[in-house]
């Protein structure tokens, strides 16, 4: 199994040039950054620059196409100042104020929700169009959610001048739900989540480290065959998690919902149903974290108002945008995190109509929950509105 890179962000695949192709850093001047400006190109804000989705971020506009003029890093006091790589170039990091959002065509968010609720709004009204990976708007009816292979032209209708980014978690399945919904008309969906702890946060990766270094280490060698022996293991370092993840699987990711659902399976139903534009399809989601470090993947059950064919599934997936389709069990090749990981599309696999309804197909997929499940969409979304304004 093998991925690469799309050469643009954009849709449709293939569009766009990659970033510069050489390793020297070119230092910027002001003199350079009003000559970027000059261009006619729109300037991008990234706030949140300094974390690990910003990272990805970055990562993602320095091969893309070169649709920017200025980009400026946003972030909290305490990074101002630090030179981040972008498009090969030092950028400084500069304090998250209202100043920074002056002349912004487009500023992307990866910060906490309550940031995001706070300053997303001010970086609106400043004349920006702000695409957030937070929760903070998801399910606003004034801010549309957007996965681009899906729903783009909802992009343009915005009223509080937001675009919210999806879950990751629904962000690993939707595009390739969403394709097959094109064709077959989605009737219910049932989704079992596989997560991985990156979810969690730098917390979350650091737990899982410390916690498989604990079960494998002296005098825990035979953690894993008796009860209680992992927790013994582990202790009380259980970080983010209500039990241990190494060795383990948690069925519970976010917090307590009523009828006892948890955060996160309800974020998955309410946001593919706003996704699809289907308000009262019927979904139901369990979601588990998994010692997984990155990436994750979902068993999806999806009923259809047509019948389906595995033969017609693969033609659709195969030609999806975002989607790879890696589906030959018989020789071993299926998703998996371990493959997936770092790459940018779902993949797809363990693609079967279901023995008992030949409306509905039962399938695999994976997603890098920091890349597609996060920066690359809102990379995408970006795009989107770019093109809109640079579109005579």
């Not at 400043?126 to 708007?137: E, H, L, R, T, Y």
């Not at 069925?251 to 706003?274: A, D, M, T, Y």
């Not at 940018?344 to 997929?365: C, E, I, N, Q, T």
Request: net charge negative; aromatic share 4%.
């Amino acid at each position: 199994m093998t991925a690469t890179h799309p050469e643009g962000l954009g849709m449709p695949p293939g569009e766009g040039a990659p970033g510069l192709p050489g390793g020297d850093v070119v230092r910027r001047t002001a003199a350079d950054r009003t000559a970027a400006d000059r261009t006619g190109k729109p300037t991008l804000a990234v706030v949140g620059a300094t974390g690990a989705v910003g990272a990805v971020m970055l990562e993602l506009l320095s091969r893309a196409a070169d649709i920017w003029g200025e980009i400026r890093l946003v972030a909290s006091a305490r990074s101002v100042g630090r030179k981040l790589t972008v498009r090969g170039e030092e950028v400084e990091v500069v304090a998250l104020s209202e100043e920074a959002f002056e002349g912004v065509a487009v500023a992307m968010f990866d910060v906490p929700d309550e940031v995001a609720a706070q300053w997303a709004p001010i970086a609106a009204a400043k004349g920006a169009v702000v695409v957030d990976n937070s929760g903070a708007f998801r399910m606003d009816p004034d801010v549309p959610l957007v996965v681009p292979e899906v729903n783009a032209h909802a992009a343009r209708l915005r009223p509080r001048g937001i675009i919210a980014n999806p879950n990751c978690t629904t962000l690993s399945m939707i595009v390739a739900v969403g394709a097959l919904h094109a064709e077959f008309g989605l009737s219910e969906l049932v989704v079992s989540s596989y997560q991985a702890v990156s979810g969690a946060g730098k917390d979350g990766v650091d737990t899982l480290r410390a916690q498989l270094a604990a079960v494998t280490g002296p005098g825990a060698a035979t953690a894993g065959t008796q009860p209680g022996d992992v927790r013994r293991a582990v202790g009380d370092a259980l970080g983010p998690f209500p039990a241990p993840v190494a060795l383990n699987v948690v069925p519970w990711v976010g917090s307590l919902q009523e009828g006892g659902w948890s955060s996160e399976e309800l974020k998955v139903r309410n946001e593919s149903r706003k996704i699809l534009g289907l308000p009262d399809l019927p979904v139901t989601a369990t979601c588990v974290r998994v010692p997984v470090i990155t990436t994750h993947s979902l068993s999806v059950h999806a009923r259809f108002e047509n019948e389906v064919t595995v033969e017609r599934a693969h033609e659709i997936l195969a030609n999806a945008p975002g989607v790879v389709l890696c589906d030959s069990p018989e020789q071993g090749e299926f998703p998996t995190p371990a493959d997936a990981v770092g790459t940018d599309p779902a993949w797809v696999g363990r693609v079967r109509r279901s023995l008992d309804d030949p409306k509905a197909l039962d399938f695999f997929v994976c997603g890098d929950n920091q890349r597609k499940g996060a920066a690359l969409n809102a990379a995408q979304i970006a795009e989107v509105v770019a093109a809109e304004m640079t579109t005579p």
